[in-house]
């Protein structure tokens, strides 16, 4: 089993750009989530999924757009990017009955 | 409200040492606690949850209810201990929300 796969691993955008950071998980986990990962935040939840076709907000979803049209993907959209973007960004899903498993995480510049 | 602190950035200690990484929590309700370890630029690896009662590499932590806290602990540090360190809760299932603290960087001197 890959777990949970985040693509890409690195990427440089420029203010206003789009892009989209994706996830994929081969558990048949349920809930999916991202995460922005910053110095001295820890961890803040943007958005998460219980189920396909089912999404609510985090902690900091502002910027960000989520869907979940299948279990296995949960693919997270800049819609314009900016430099307060600028993160490692993880992403995680959850079934019972052995918790969380995390992506390798994307490190993004925005310039 | 839903929240984990954890009150120190950084703790240094000498191989050996005591370790104790202090994690308190806010939650209504009865929550699941964890430990998350991130080794450099890697990705977060689950080293504790409070259910299971195990020790993972010499740590272990306690859940304290009456002082709502979980701290980690390990009686001699090694220099491949050093990471950082996240405590973190949700709601007792797989669907619950995950909560982190800011994490705390352990550094073990030689």
Known sequence: NAGVTQTPKFQVLKTGQSMTLQCAQDMNHEYMSWYRQDPGMGLRLIHYSVGAGITDQGEVPNGYNVSRSTTEDFPLRLLSAAPSQTSVYFCASSGAPFGYTFGSGTRLTVV | ?110
């Not at chain 2, 040492?17 to 890697?42: I, T």
């Not at chain 2, 504790?48 to 306690?62: C, N, V, Y």
Request: include cysteine.
């Open chain 2, 1 to 110: 409200a839903q929240r984990v602190t954890q009150p120190e950035k950084l703790l240094s200690v000498f191989k050996g040492a005591p370790v104790e990484l202090k994690c308190n929590y806010s939650y209504s309700g009865s929550p699941e606690l964890f430990w998350y370890v991130q080794y450099s630029r890697q990705r977060l690896q689950l080293l504790l949850r409070h259910i299971s009662r195990e020790s993972i590499k010499g740590f272990t932590a306690d859940l304290n209810k009456g002082e709502t806290s979980f701290h980690l602990k390990k009686p001699f540090a090694q220099e491949e201990d050093s990471a950082m360190y996240y405590c973190a809760l949700s709601g007792l299932g797989a669907t619950n929300k995950l909560i982190f603290g800011t994490g705390t960087l352990l550094a073990v001197q030689p």
